[in-house]
């Protein structure tokens, strides 16, 4: 309704400027003088721009507007940004970016997959099964038969999980990707070996520990490090299942250490230094 008032606003503005210039053109003949006539102002420029500055507006609403995935930001008829589901996906190409569902099902992108998911929750004519309500991404890759991970191999994988999660900060810290807390984290558990494991745990903890920053990490927040591993490391899934030992769903940082065969005094919570840190 605002816009559609500026607009008649303008439309009024550009009325009189026109009259005015046009009584200006009469005065300059009038008197006499050769001077170039003032151009009258194009109405349809004026009502363009306030549309452009419209749509300005818009995309500064939706710049505010997180959506979560499969959803995409649009502003209604009442100027208040709100999230939808996407009409459709970035259509691709590349192999790689095809990702195995929970109803192992291999779809195109995670896009795909979410947008359904999006479709079918609320309750749209473009939702094709409503056992949708509840997909999510699996792991990445196509799906595949998954081994059954052995008790030798569960029994030796905290130790390689600890190794993996220490190699995977050092990598981070060669690249310049750390923060500058979790990089005082890496260069202290390279100096000193028996900070490698703890330190590694810790700074992967409060990586994952998103927002709300809980002190507890959600099976949803566990995607990042469930998902790129799944198709690699088939013990991952049931070792995670494990961190949960109360099964309330979440993981704190004790439950975390433990479940990395880690003593409750290697497992310091600093995931407050690293938000402080951030937040200068």
């Given amino acids: 309704m605002q816009f559609k008032w500026l607009i008649v606003l303008a439309i009024t503005a550009c009325l009189l400027l026109t009259v005015e210039a046009h009584e200006k053109k009469v005065k300059k003949i009038v008197d006499g003088k ?54 459709h996906c970035p259509e691709e190409k590349d192999p790689r970016r095809m990702i195995c569902s929970n109803q192992n099902e291999t779809w195109n992108s995670d896009c795909e997959l979410y947008r359904m998911r999006c479709l079918c929750k609320s309750g749209s004519a473009g939702c094709v099964d409503p056992k949708y309500d509840h997909a999510h991404v699996e792991y990445f890759g196509t799906c595949r038969d998954v081994p059954q991970c052995t008790p030798d191999e569960m029994a030796d994988f905290p130790r390689r999980m600890r190794d993996w999660l220490f190699n995977v900060m050092r990598d981070l810290a060669d690249r310049h990707d750390l923060s500058p807390h979790f990089l005082k984290l890496e260069r202290e558990a390279e100096k000193d070996n028996s900070r490698r494991w703890a330190n590694a745990a810790i700074w992967k903890f409060c990586d994952l520990d998103g927002h709300p920053h809980d002190r507890k990490v959600s099976r949803h927040e566990l995607f990042p490090i469930r998902a790129p591993l799944l198709a690699l490391e088939h013990c991952i899934q049931p070792f995670l299942d494990g961190c949960d030992a109360d099964n309330d769903h979440f993981i704190t940082l004790q439950e975390w250490g433990k479940c990395l065969e880690l003593t409750e005094e290697e497992i310091e919570d600093k995931c407050d230094d690293v938000r402080d840190e951030n937040s200068l």
């Fill in 34 to 87: 050769e001077e170039k006539p003032v151009e009258q102002l194009d109405i349809q420029d004026a009502i363009d721009v306030l549309l452009d500055d419209e749509v300005a507006l818009k995309d500064n609403l939706c710049a505010k507007k997180h959506c979560g995935a499969g959803k995409e930001c649009r502003v209604n008829e009442n100027g208040v940004a709100e999230c939808v589901c996407m009409d």
